[in-house]
């Protein structure tokens, strides 16, 4: 009777201990991003962007997609960061980002770079 008592709270831990798992390699870094196309979104209070890549990396919204935004509080780090994104779409650099969230169907990303080397 026992053994009955402590099935659920096996369960719950491996349930929690997958969420953990499953959050962490959403923050993942990801390389070598193709940027397609680039568009400047209208946010009077937190001003952003959102661009998408070749390949559908992630699964926010449940179905895989290839859209990716980036918020700034800073206008100039705002604007930095758009202007990377534009290089790469420009010179066809590969992107380097790392996950933050999901925000239904797109992704936040922490922060963005461009490597010349795969």
């Avoid at 709270?9 to 798992?21: E, K, N, V």
């Avoid at 780090?77 to 790469?88: D, H, I, P, S």
């Avoid at 996950?99 to 990303?109: A, N, T, Y």
Wanted: glycine fraction near 6%.
């Amino acid at each position: 009777m026992k053994s009955f008592i402590k099935l659920p709270y096996i369960f719950i831990s491996s349930l929690l201990f997958s969420s953990a798992l499953y959050a962490e390699q959403n923050n993942k870094i990801k390389n070598n991003l193709k940027v397609i196309s680039i568009y400047q979104i209208d946010d009077s209070s937190s001003p952003g962007f959102d661009f998408f890549t070749s390949e559908k990396t992630h699964k926010c919204g449940g179905k895989p997609s290839n859209r990716y935004r980036s918020y700034s509080d800073y206008q100039e780090t705002n604007n930095r960061k758009f202007q990377l994104v534009l290089a790469a779409l420009n010179n066809q650099y590969p992107l380097r980002i790392k996950h933050l969230s999901c925000e239904g169907r797109v992704m936040l990303v922490d922060y963005i770079g461009i490597s010349l080397g795969s």
